[in-house]
């Protein structure tokens, strides 16, 4: 995360032109007030603030426009600085920001439900960046002529200065006029606000009005995505009852994968068992069957985890993680030369790290019931170097197989 901040500090504050002004800065001081060094150290520095200004001036428009769309009753959704290779994704306010290493354009995004003169609120909203650009640049300007004698020697630069910030301004809205920007969120791309604006009078009000529930979904399961499951539960929680079948169904099977993954084992049976009349053939009723397994392993419910595993194996043997369930549910059955290969292929050889970890979970306590203490301790340790990576329900099932084998122990 340090690393990333500092990427995007250099982004903001390009090292040359800090650099560069410095040493303008130093030779003013050594000029002794000589009226060729301060006007051309002026010019000098103005330059090289211009490349920091079109970023500042990209930054202000969009804090600007997710501003006035908050204002205007908009639904602020994501901004994004630049283009090229990402450097770091924030949230803000409850908007997303994400910022890449080429800040040469930038675009943000906000949504509006309600009809009520929404032209007008949506000009507004994408007036925002550049009224609030002005504003500063009109900030600015007085504060200068009110706080700088026209005889100190700091006034010339200050004027460049102010100068440099005003056209780095006016240039990044001249831009939009010329190309669009196509923000690289999600699959989604749209105009400059410029071109959007032009075209705002005649773009049929039905174009401009969002379904709140959809930005409520793709919010979600982005959310999901990233494991930030918090915020994805109280999204998911909002669409359980939506009218759209595809969205209903999927947010409830995401809220149960979560709880499942959270160790909340009876909140997700309880969530998948809702959805059991809806749930289809072939990779939706693997995942159905094979999560509900995990949930029946969590309870200890080892018939009924059986059942499910049963019923998933025919519709993809080798699916992901099927070794693993099949090996923890023969481990509950009794029948450790059976779970061993299962476990032992998963653990050596599985290219996912959770995969892994939890294979070898299942693994070492077979093996410890095997007595086969020596090839056991080699999965404990690689399940302790890796412990900080294991996620919450392979940690419930780590502390569980650790006190069993502990209470083997003491027999």
């Not at 001249?174 to 690289?184: E, G, I, Y």
């Not at 999965?379 to 502390?399: K, P």
Request: with cysteine.
């Amino acid at each position: 995360m340090k690393k990333d901040s500092l990427k995007v500090f250099l982004t903001l504050f390009p090292p040359l032109t800090v650099v560069g002004i410095f040493l303008m800065l130093l030779l003013r001081w050594k000029g002794n007030g000589s009226n060729n060094v301060l006007f051309t150290t002026s010019i000098v520095i103005s330059f090289l603030l211009w490349f920091a200004f079109i970023r500042w001036a990209l930054v202000v428009r969009e804090i600007g426009k997710m501003l006035f769309a908050r204002v205007f009753g908009g639904m602020p959704h994501h901004v994004i600085l630049g283009t090229g290779k990402g450097l770091g994704e924030y949230e803000w306010l409850g908007v997303k920001v994400g910022i890449n290493r080429k800040l040469t354009a930038s675009a943000s995004k906000a949504f509006f439900t309600s009809k009520p003169f929404l032209k007008f609120r949506y000009a507004m909203y994408l007036s925002g960046g550049f009224l609030l650009n002005v504003l500063l640049v009109i900030v600015s300007d007085r504060i200068i002529y009110y706080t700088i004698s026209p005889s100190m020697t700091s006034a010339t630069l200050a004027w460049w200065v102010w100068k440099t910030f005003a056209f780095a301004s006016i240039y990044v809205y001249l831009l939009d006029f010329v190309a669009s920007v196509r923000p690289n969120y999600g699959e989604d791309g749209f105009p400059s606000d410029q071109v959007t604006l032009f075209n705002l009078w005649t773009t049929p009000i039905e174009h401009l009005v969002d379904d709140f529930n959809e930005i409520y979904y793709r919010d979600a399961h982005d959310y999901f995505k990233r494991k930030n499951y918090s915020k994805a539960i109280c999204l998911y929680k909002k669409l359980v009852n939506d009218e759209d079948e595809t969205r209903r169904f999927n947010s409830m099977f995401n809220l149960g994968t979560i709880f499942l993954r959270e160790a909340k084992f009876e909140k997700s049976i309880k969530m998948y068992e809702s959805l059991e009349k809806m749930i289809s053939v072939g990779d939706q009723a693997f995942l159905w069957h094979t999560r509900l397994a995990w949930n029946y392993l969590g309870l200890g419910e080892s018939n009924l985890a059986e059942y499910h595993a049963r019923q998933a194996f025919p519709l993809k043997q080798n699916g992901e993680g099927m070794n693993t369930l099949r090996g923890a549910v023969f481990i509950e059955r009794g029948e450790l030369n059976k779970a061993y290969p299962l476990l032992k292929e998963a653990a050596d050889n599985s290219s996912n790290l959770e995969d892994r970890l939890l294979a070898a979970i299942f693994l070492y306590s077979c093996l410890s019931r095997q007595q086969s203490w020596q090839e056991a301790e080699k999965y404990r340790q690689f399940i302790e170097h890796y412990f900080a990576y294991l996620s919450v329900v392979n940690a419930f099932f780590w502390e569980r197989v650790q006190k069993n084998v502990s209470l083997s122990k003491e027999e």
